[in-house]
């Protein structure tokens, strides 16, 4: 049995905290894997080629960095879908609802379309997905903004959007689903090492897994990776930094409800601040917080909220 020491992640050249690409985003930039994937939304449609398909992918909409959101249109509708990773949260109908209002406002200022004018405007009809690549365990079918966050009863606004789990037959969004799953239980058996990520390519090849794409774009998913966790490391090393600089500020200042809420704050402060420093979701930042301070979501929600103003 090889016995050596795990190698450990180095940074590719040129990659250093700016990435802007992952596994999902260059996945479905090539336009025959997203004509797969509207295929797979859309199976009736038998017509659409890959020249009718017109990405329009907002970079960075939330955060500095690293964000798994894809738009695109297929004549007059705006397909958009969101990746959710291991930690569900339904605050992700919320980012869904931000990007749309962001791409309805691009697409009209790129058409020249004027909102004031007595004529009715066309607008590109929408449809949410999300594609969430952790365990389905009782999460639902579809989000709805009226019922998750105003317990079922009528809004001026609606958003739906429909979650998908991966759990078709061979489809480009099983097969990205199944990617990611065989890639946590790599990284569960050997850690964040360039092992793990080889290990995950070659077993996904042989179970005919993203095999094509793996093959033509295997260097570029081990810089993507490499660097994703990287940036994990280099995040919780500062978190660590920034937790005894809150604490210490905390002590000193002595907020007026004590010492202990003092430093707790300073603390948490510091936390929400660096996540947003190394490109975190909102979402994903409340998931950090809470495991790190032991709050409910929605305590740490609060404080999230407290140090990161929408």
């Not at 260059?26 to 449609?45: A, C, G, I, N, W």
């Not at 790599?186 to 290990?199: D, F, I, M, P, W």
Request: proline letters at 2%.
């Amino acid at each position: 049995m090889d016995k050596t020491e795990p190698q450990m992640m180095q940074v590719p050249e040129g990659m250093k905290r700016t990435i802007k690409a992952s596994v999902f985003s260059d996945l479905f930039s090539q336009k025959k894997y997203l004509l797969q994937l509207y295929q797979t939304l859309h199976p009736e449609d038998t017509t659409t080629t890959e020249d009718d398909l017109k990405d329009i992918t907002i970079e960075n909409i939330l955060v500095d960095d690293l964000y798994n959101d894809l738009g695109f249109m297929v004549s007059d509708q705006l397909m958009i879908l969101l990746e959710a990773q291991s930690t569900w949260t339904e605050n992700i109908l919320v980012r869904a609802m931000l990007y749309m209002s962001q791409t309805w406002r691009r697409y009209f200022i790129d058409s020249m379309k004027n909102l004031y004018a007595n004529s009715r405007v066309n607008l590109p009809k929408p449809e949410i997905y999300v594609i969430y690549t952790g365990d389905r365990k009782d999460c639902p079918s579809e989000l709805s903004l009226s019922k998750v966050f105003f317990g079922g009863k009528e809004c001026a606004v609606e958003v739906r959007a429909k979650i998908i789990y991966g759990e078709g037959e061979g489809n480009i969004i099983t097969q990205y689903v199944t990617f990611c799953k065989v890639l946590k239980e790599q990284v569960k058996l050997r850690g964040k090492t360039r092992k793990a990520l080889s290990e995950t390519i070659r077993i996904c090849k042989e179970r005919d897994v993203l095999r094509e794409y793996l093959e033509e774009r295997e260097v570029e998913v081990m810089d993507i990776m490499t660097m994703l966790f990287d940036q994990e490391t280099v995040t919780n090393t500062y978190i660590n930094d920034v937790l005894r600089q809150g604490r210490a500020e905390g002590e000193a200042k002595g907020l007026a409800k004590g010492r202990a809420e003092g430093e707790a704050r300073g603390n948490i402060q510091g936390a929400v601040g660096m996540c947003r420093d190394f490109g975190a979701s909102r979402d994903e930042t409340v998931a950090r917080v809470a495991r790190m301070f032991n709050l409910s979501e929605a305590d740490a929600q609060i404080e999230v909220d407290r140090y990161w103003p929408v």
